[in-house]
């Protein structure tokens, strides 16, 4: 059997070239819309089924959780969870941010992660234990402790306009308290940029499990911190995130406590 992340970083480079390739190139019969604000594209599906071809051809043991088309699977020793075209909305219009996401858990434990930029020709990774890698370079979280210096991503609650009241008091009174504010429409680039020290934090409602997963392990291998809003470790399953340096990371965190009022939601 080949090393998971040697194959998960060929994938990714091959899921990548599939998207890079179709890039502003998409006509209105390859869209639908999955449901409200939700959209697949052709490539979105291609990308999958390349991706998980690919995985099942070198791990056929090893379960797939992927985003159109694999959510549901067993309890396994190793579980893969894809992402094939993260920023689908961004992909429709040509908006240029789009990635691959992939990561690996074994037992419940995050082990892997890869998120590749097709069109920044940029693949960050991590395997548990290793740290977190761009194009083969150490990267590590920024260093910015003061968050009147900070640079924010986030994303917008556009699926669950639920969440839009709250948000709304998040983001208001985060535009006093930080230097800026970033929302690029793709939260595994969000989660890399993390990582990387592009961006000193990043914050969002209910995201999905293969928007997150590998991103997660790239923040915690760069030495950053990952919560849910109540501070705890599940934000894999509960969707809602906070990341960031371990200063930035509770600056959000102390912040998001006392404008929701104890409440997540």
Excluded at 19 to 42: M, P, Y
Excluded at 48 to 66: D, R, S
Excluded at 232 to 257: E, P, R, V
Aim: proline share 3%; charged share 20%.
């Amino acid at each position: 059997m080949r090393e998971p992340l040697i194959v998960a970083l060929e994938v990714a480079q091959q899921a990548g070239r599939l998207i890079r390739d179709n890039f502003g190139k998409l006509i209105e019969e390859h869209i639908a819309q999955k449901s409200f604000s939700d959209f697949v594209t052709k490539i979105d599906i291609e990308s999958e089924q390349l991706i998980i071809t690919n995985l099942n051809k070198h791990f056929p043991n090893h379960q797939i959780m992927a985003e159109e088309s694999s959510k549901k699977y067993i309890d396994t020793e190793y579980l893969w969870i894809i992402d094939p075209l993260d920023g689908t909305t961004n992909f429709i219009h040509s908006f240029p941010f789009v990635a691959v996401s992939i990561a690996l858990m074994y037992r419940g434990e995050l082990i892997l992660g890869v998120v590749h930029d097709p069109l920044r020709s940029e693949t960050f990774y991590a395997e548990k234990g290793s740290g977190a890698y761009l194009n083969g370079k150490r990267i590590r979280v920024s260093s910015i402790s003061d968050p009147f210096y900070s640079l924010i991503a986030t994303g917008f609650p556009f699926r669950h306009k639920e969440y839009i009241e709250n948000y709304i008091k998040i983001f208001n009174k985060m535009l006093y308290l930080v230097n800026d504010l970033r929302r690029a429409g793709a939260a595994a680039i969000d989660l890399a940029y993390v990582a990387c020290g592009r961006v000193d934090g990043f914050f969002e409602y209910a995201l999905n499990t293969w928007d997150v997963a590998a991103g997660i392990i790239l923040i915690e291998e760069a030495g950053g911190k990952v919560s849910d809003f109540d501070g705890k470790s599940n934000c894999l399953f509960t969707g809602n995130i906070i990341a960031g340096n371990s200063f930035i990371h509770k600056f959000l965190a102390d912040n998001l406590k006392e404008i929701l009022g104890g409440s997540s939601g």
